[in-house]
């Protein structure tokens, strides 16, 4: 509602927003009442598992799976019978993120520990992403193992894909200097085109071919002798890092070789606008993280103007003047240093999943037409090379013979790992297609809500919507309790009549129940508006609408956080209707639909229920009532203070009395019925 409308949207970084973060979709969540014991018995458990006897790991899905000697492991350990239970469903859940967070996730790389805190490292931009957090219990089962406190976990009260939020925009737009590989996705998912803009100025940057070792060891001792050859002869140099842990390894190496270097990451991201307006000086070294890729602009030479801020703070003074003035012809004179030198030269460590991140790092270099070079060294051990493509190039390897320490730059070798890349981009491109098909299934369900949502917060009288309600939750009632086909013996008119009561608070006379079906839907709906008429008369219509507003959003928004909690859990075991040769998105989509409506029916139920049962409190009422109102469950509404500056001589309280009855016993209404069949029914 804070949102003026979505005519047009013009995105920054486009590829970045639309693709790279779009496998996860964006969630607005709110604290559930758990217990967090449990993550930490079970994360004592976790580290006395061995990989490949009690669990195996598929890297490239990202994913864990408990053996049938670790399934039994772990009903020893924690004194469970059988782990697939349905009444262990839960513990097993837990027990698959603990060891997810354990064998998957890795400190200084997908996440930092800082200030007695779990932060998620972007893998994109490698920054820390403070207030975000991994759902379903993983970030718990991450804080358990680092020993940190562990946050309550949350409960989805809202989420939506990135694909879907965009979509929303009449119009959209965006540019980047990395789009051109994914044409294809922006225009499936989009429908948008991608137009390539030449540069400004000629590009003159000499992008030499990879450089591939055997081991991380050997790759990263020849990083470091070119980096200390770059150093001598003055050229700047920017080493980009696929992690933290990376960077802060050659970091080390470099420290020990005394070589003078910055180091850029998400531990270290206060000074970034200082070490990337430095990082073109002559003999420069900067060791980056994926910070250093996205719309940062190396400037040759050095920046004058940072160069004169970060010696005087006040940047309209007279010194500050005097100053940069000073600094303009030093760092002219370094900029024909660094020229002379080649200009700035990108060393890149390991190649990203997506080409698109490489290209970005590259771009850092030769920029308005300056010269510049670029060269990425490998491993067979790096991530990439070790899951999508290593075993073409190890065979190669293997019959060139080569020794330790060997290097291969050939463009076949290029190729292959181009080829690799392809195939990462193909798997990401599938999840992130496949989340948008279930999220179309929950985004008409989202836009019938919040459009729903959205009239009641525009409407000032619902009391049409009221009777709608009424009407449908009357002739549902009728049709659960009375079959026109049956014979009127076998109909529960009992039920019926109580049921009525439940909801409306009162009976219905018993000569409504004597007619056909027909006359007994139109006989109890007369009934049910002329309660209706009636608390208008007790609570005034100007109070009973702002009741109705308050009610009716309060029921939605609950019911709907409920809905969302179901989604979640149906889409989590759909997949396995596969194997009943069955397509999970079908049976989502017809399961969806079914919970959609049962949801809409509760509300409606709820909604009129909750209005027919409300008791006024009066204000000197209302400390005594407080705890009691606390126990009743959903909540209070206040009636403002009219305009006149008088106080408020009311307040009304939903009020829900729970009577201490055993299910099994007769129940209190006086029915004649046990608890549970009767009012405990509702």
């Given at each position: 509602m804070v949102q003026r409308g979505h005519s047009f949207a013009i995105v920054d970084e486009v590829d970045s927003i639309l693709i790279d973060e779009a496998r996860t979709p964006l969630i607005i969540s709110g604290p559930a009442e758990e217990s967090t014991d449990k993550y930490y018995s079970i994360n004592v458990i976790i580290p006395r598992l061995r990989r490949d006897l009690h669990f195996?790991?598929?890297?490239?899905?990202?994913?864990?799976?408990?053996?049938?000697?670790?399934?039994?492991?772990?009903?020893?350990?924690?004194?469970?019978?059988?782990?697939?239970?349905?009444?262990?469903?839960?513990?097993?859940?837990?027990?698959?993120?603990?060891?997810?967070?354990?064998?998957?996730?890795?400190?200084?790389?997908?996440?930092?520990?800082?200030?007695?805190?779990?932060?998620?490292?972007?893998?994109?931009?490698?920054?820390?992403?403070?207030?975000?957090?991994?759902?379903?219990?993983?970030?718990?089962?991450?804080?358990?193992?680092?020993?940190?406190?562990?946050?309550?976990?949350?409960?989805?009260l809202a989420s939506i894909t990135f694909q879907n939020y965009f979509r929303m925009y009449e119009k959209l737009a965006g540019m980047t200097g990395t789009a051109d590989t994914e044409a294809a996705e922006f225009k499936k998912i989009y429908n948008l085109d991608v137009m390539v803009i030449p540069t400004n100025m000629p590009?003159?940057?000499?992008?030499?071919?990879?450089?591939?070792?055997r081991t991380k060891k050997e790759k990263y001792i020849a990083v470091v002798e070119e980096i200390a050859d770059c150093h001598h002869r003055g050229q700047p140099v920017l080493v980009g890092t696929t992690s933290i842990e990376n960077s802060e390894l050659l970091s080390r190496m470099l420290k020990r070789e005394g070589i003078p270097h910055h180091v850029l990451n998400a531990k270290h991201h206060e000074r970034e606008a200082e070490i990337v307006a430095q990082a073109g000086r002559s003999g420069a070294v900067t060791i980056a993280t994926n910070m250093a890729g996205r719309g940062t602009d190396i400037v040759l030479g050095g920046n004058p103007a940072f160069m004169a801020r970060s010696r005087v703070a006040q940047a309209d003074s007279d010194e500050y003047r005097e100053t940069l003035a000073q600094m303009r012809p030093l760092c002219d004179e370094d900029r024909k240093t660094v020229l002379e030198a080649g200009g700035l030269h990108i060393?890149?460590?390991?190649?990203?999943?997506?080409?698109?991140?490489?290209?970005?790092?590259?771009?850092?270099?030769?920029?308005?037409?300056?010269?510049?070079?670029?060269?990425?060294?490998?491993?067979?051990?790096?991530?990439?090379?070790?899951?999508?493509?290593?075993?073409?190039?190890?065979?190669?390897?293997?019959?060139?013979?080569?020794?330790?320490?060997?290097?291969?730059?050939?463009?076949?070798?290029?190729?292959?790992?181009?080829?690799?890349?392809?195939?990462?981009?193909?798997?990401?491109?599938?999840?992130?297609?496949?989340?948008?098909?279930?999220?179309?299934?929950?985004?008409?369900?989202?836009?019938?809500?919040?459009?729903?949502?959205?009239?009641?917060?525009?409407?000032?009288?619902?009391?049409?919507?009221?009777?709608?309600?009424?009407?449908?939750?009357?002739?549902?009632?009728?049709?659960?309790?009375?079959?026109?086909?049956?014979?009127?013996?076998?109909?529960?008119?009992?039920?019926?009549?109580?049921?009525?009561?439940v909801v409306f608070g009162n009976p219905p006379e018993a000569g409504l129940l004597a007619e056909d079906a027909d006359a007994v839907d139109e006989g109890l709906l007369a009934t049910a508006r002329q309660i209706y008429r009636s608390r208008?008369?007790?609570?005034?219509?100007?109070?009973?609408?702002?009741?109705?507003?308050?009610?009716?959003?309060?029921?939605?928004?609950?019911?709907?956080?409920?809905?969302?909690?179901?989604?979640?859990?149906?889409?989590?075991?759909?997949?396995?209707?596969?194997?009943?040769?069955?397509?999970?998105?079908?049976e989502y989509k017809i399961e969806g639909f079914g919970m959609f409506e049962?949801?809409?029916?509760?509300?409606?139920?709820?909604?009129?229920?909750?209005?027919?049962?409300?008791?006024?409190?009066?204000?000197?009422?209302?400390?005594?009532?407080?705890e009691q109102r606390f126990s009743m469950g959903r909540g209070a509404v206040a009636a403002s203070p009219s305009q006149g500056g008088e106080p408020a001589r009311q307040q009304t309280t939903v009020k829900r009395e729970t009577p201490k009855v055993g299910r099994n016993e007769p129940c209190p209404c006086g029915s004649g019925r046990k608890y549970k069949k009767c009012c405990g029914a509702a």
């Amino acid at each position: 509602m804070v949102q003026r409308g979505h005519s047009f949207a013009i995105v920054d970084e486009v590829d970045s927003i639309l693709i790279d973060e779009a496998r996860t979709p964006l969630i607005i969540s709110g604290p559930a009442e758990e217990s967090t014991d449990k993550y930490y018995s079970i994360n004592v458990i976790i580290p006395r598992l061995r990989r490949d006897l009690h669990f195996s790991i598929d890297e490239k899905a990202r994913s864990a799976v408990l053996t049938e000697e670790g399934v039994e492991r772990v009903e020893k350990l924690l004194g469970v019978e059988n782990l697939y239970d349905p009444g262990n469903i839960e513990i097993n859940h837990h027990v698959q993120q603990a060891l997810k967070a354990h064998a998957l996730f890795r400190r200084d790389v997908d996440y930092v520990v800082k200030d007695n805190q779990v932060i998620i490292v972007d893998e994109f931009t490698g920054r820390l992403m403070p207030g975000r957090r991994y759902s379903d219990g993983l970030h718990q089962a991450l804080e358990a193992k680092e020993g940190v406190r562990i946050e309550s976990e949350n409960q989805t009260l809202a989420s939506i894909t990135f694909q879907n939020y965009f979509r929303m925009y009449e119009k959209l737009a965006g540019m980047t200097g990395t789009a051109d590989t994914e044409a294809a996705e922006f225009k499936k998912i989009y429908n948008l085109d991608v137009m390539v803009i030449p540069t400004n100025m000629p590009m003159i940057r000499a992008d030499h071919s990879d450089v591939i070792y055997r081991t991380k060891k050997e790759k990263y001792i020849a990083v470091v002798e070119e980096i200390a050859d770059c150093h001598h002869r003055g050229q700047p140099v920017l080493v980009g890092t696929t992690s933290i842990e990376n960077s802060e390894l050659l970091s080390r190496m470099l420290k020990r070789e005394g070589i003078p270097h910055h180091v850029l990451n998400a531990k270290h991201h206060e000074r970034e606008a200082e070490i990337v307006a430095q990082a073109g000086r002559s003999g420069a070294v900067t060791i980056a993280t994926n910070m250093a890729g996205r719309g940062t602009d190396i400037v040759l030479g050095g920046n004058p103007a940072f160069m004169a801020r970060s010696r005087v703070a006040q940047a309209d003074s007279d010194e500050y003047r005097e100053t940069l003035a000073q600094m303009r012809p030093l760092c002219d004179e370094d900029r024909k240093t660094v020229l002379e030198a080649g200009g700035l030269h990108i060393l890149g460590t390991e190649r990203h999943e997506s080409r698109r991140i490489d290209n970005q790092l590259r771009g850092r270099s030769g920029r308005q037409g300056d010269p510049g070079s670029s060269r990425f060294y490998l491993s067979l051990e790096d991530d990439l090379m070790r899951i999508f493509g290593s075993e073409r190039i190890s065979g190669l390897m293997e019959r060139l013979g080569m020794t330790e320490g060997q290097e291969i730059e050939n463009r076949m070798v290029t190729k292959a790992i181009e080829n690799a890349q392809k195939r990462v981009e193909a798997h990401n491109f599938d999840i992130r297609k496949h989340l948008l098909e279930y999220d179309d299934v929950m985004n008409m369900q989202r836009e019938s809500v919040y459009g729903q949502r959205r009239e009641i917060l525009s409407t000032e009288d619902l009391s049409e919507w009221v009777d709608e309600m009424i009407q449908e939750t009357v002739h549902e009632m009728v049709q659960t309790y009375v079959d026109p086909k049956a014979h009127r013996d076998e109909w529960d008119l009992e039920g019926l009549a109580e049921r009525f009561h439940v909801v409306f608070g009162n009976p219905p006379e018993a000569g409504l129940l004597a007619e056909d079906a027909d006359a007994v839907d139109e006989g109890l709906l007369a009934t049910a508006r002329q309660i209706y008429r009636s608390r208008e008369e007790e609570f005034g219509a100007e109070t009973l609408r702002k009741l109705e507003k308050i009610l009716f959003l309060q029921i939605l928004d609950s019911q709907w956080k409920d809905h969302l909690y179901g989604m979640d859990q149906l889409r989590e075991g759909i997949g396995l209707r596969g194997y009943g040769q069955r397509d999970p998105l079908t049976e989502y989509k017809i399961e969806g639909f079914g919970m959609f409506e049962a949801m809409m029916a509760r509300v409606r139920e709820d909604t009129v229920r909750t209005l027919f049962l409300v008791q006024l409190a009066d204000e000197e009422n209302l400390p005594r009532r407080r705890e009691q109102r606390f126990s009743m469950g959903r909540g209070a509404v206040a009636a403002s203070p009219s305009q006149g500056g008088e106080p408020a001589r009311q307040q009304t309280t939903v009020k829900r009395e729970t009577p201490k009855v055993g299910r099994n016993e007769p129940c209190p209404c006086g029915s004649g019925r046990k608890y549970k069949k009767c009012c405990g029914a509702a």
